[in-house]
């Protein structure tokens, strides 16, 4: 595969991806220009709403609401859907403000723009944000921060976190944007979704990229794969990968009980993103595996930022 470039290719990313190839097929991707409400998208038909989530129709749920298929706080203010009733957008809320919390300082750091059109607060006040002439203004910095204003170092810790929400959050991203032909395929990862006592078979988990120094994109991307027939190894069925800015999140759908999970890959592949494609990045990128099985809140992660003038 040769890729026809105006900045340097990372080889190593288009070989990965060839191999993804042979076992996946990419059913969905989608595109969401972050921060952009001008030219909305609606998945779905605006008459006669079926909700995919708990298959009722109006009069028996409403549609009121504005629903996401990838929730607001990552700045998705264009892509929507008409396949998400008022009940299903309700609970699914429960699980987008614990992936919200987990996000918290990246956001701050990245200026993510939040519902509100606004950069979300860390808990000590501190607010990070880019003006109108792109300078970017802290304030409220913590005390503890180490070494000269110049080159600030300092450590923060996210707040408290169901991980399992957080997992159901990105799952139902997921199955937002599946193509309506095929959404009958998944009935029962949605019915695990809208069970909260429901368990998964194999433990959960998400791959966390990080492009510290990249300058981040300002496109929102979700894509679904799905495993080919004729792929022998125990892979899951489903993967789907989240990015926006300078992060990405990979995960799988929780596995059917037929399914072989002896000697089960759950990241078989580490699926690109575009900043992977750009060489000059390859070594900038950080990567964690983050257990998504808890279902009580547990302590936060620590993550060390480091914000340098030039
Ligand atoms: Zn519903």
Known sequence: MKIQSTYPINDEVVNDLKKILEEYTIIESVEI????????????????????????????????????????????????????????????????????????????????KNKKNKTPKFNNGLEIFEDVNSIINIKNLPDNIIGDPNNIEFELET???????????????????????????????????MSLTSDTITESSMIFSLFPFARPTNKIRCIVLERKVNVSRN??????????????????????????????????????????????????????LINLDGKIKEKGEEFKFSIKSI
Request: proline fraction near 7%; hydrophobic fraction near 30%; aromatic fraction near 16%.
């Open 33 to 112: 220009h972050e921060n952009d409400p001008s030219k909305k998208i609606y998945l779905g038909e605006k008459d006669n709403r079926t909700c995919r989530f708990c298959q009722k129709k109006h009069p028996q749920t409403s549609f009121k609401n504005v629903s996401h298929t990838v929730p607001e706080f990552l700045s998705n203010k264009s892509l929507l859907s008409y396949y998400e009733c008022d009940v299903c957008n309700n609970y699914f809320s429960m699980f987008d403000s614990e992936f919200a919390r987990i996000l918290l300082p990246f956001n701050t750091f990245s200026s993510t």
């Open 159 to 193: 707040p408290t976190y169901i991980p399992n929400y957080v997992y159901r959050s990105l799952i139902k991203m997921g199955i937002s944007v599946i193509g309506n032909d095929k959404i009958n395929n998944y009935r029962s990862e949605i019915a695990w979704l």
């Open 235 to 288: 892979i899951p069925k489903t993967l789907m990968s989240l990015s926006y800015k300078n992060f990405s999140f990979q995960t799988f759908f929780p596995l059917h009980i037929s399914e072989n999970f002896e000697t089960f890959f759950p990241h078989p592949h580490i699926l690109p993103t575009p900043l992977d494609l750009y060489e000059e990045l390859k070594d900038e990128k950080k990567m964690s």
